[in-house]
Nanobody, 114 residues
Framework: VQLQASGGGLVQPGGSLRLSCTAS????????MGWYRQAPGNQRELVAT??????TNYVDSVKGRFTISRDDADAVSLRMNSLKPEDTAVYYC??????????WGKGTQVTVSS
């Protein structure tokens, strides 16, 4: 499975961005898809995940502001509203198959700054 992410960029506090990710390869094996992020000096942390059946999970710090959606069996997007400077990080698309194997896309930078 290969993951290709797009989106990200520079936005002012309170602004919005949308990240998208498309999987290719053995997409029929994918169960979970989602996003992680890593800020400088911090460990990579889970942001949000969505199962093949639409069950979602969010880290507390983004609840009510971010929305993850499974656009298709092989695509996921993350709508980020009310962005804060502390959301600044490199965001990574992630997928897990039914055997527990993890896949990672290249990171995309999100910077929230005035």
């Amino acid at each position: 499975v290969q993951l290709q992410a797009s989106g990200g960029g520079l936005v002012q506090p309170g602004g919005s961005l949308r990240l998208s990710c498309t999987a290719s390869g053995s997409i029929f094996t994918i169960n979970l898809m989602g996003w992680y992020r890593q800020a400088p000096g911090n460990q990579r942390e889970l942001v949000a995940t969505v199962s093949r059946w639409g069950t979602t999970n969010y880290v507390d710090s983004v609840k009510g502001r971010f929305t993850i959606s499974r656009d298709d069996a092989d695509a996921v997007s993350l709508r980020m509203n009310s962005l804060k400077p502390e959301d600044t990080a490199v965001y990574y698309c992630w997928a897990a198959d039914y055997s527990g194997l993890n896949y990672w896309g290249k990171g995309t930078q999100v910077t929230v700054s005035s």
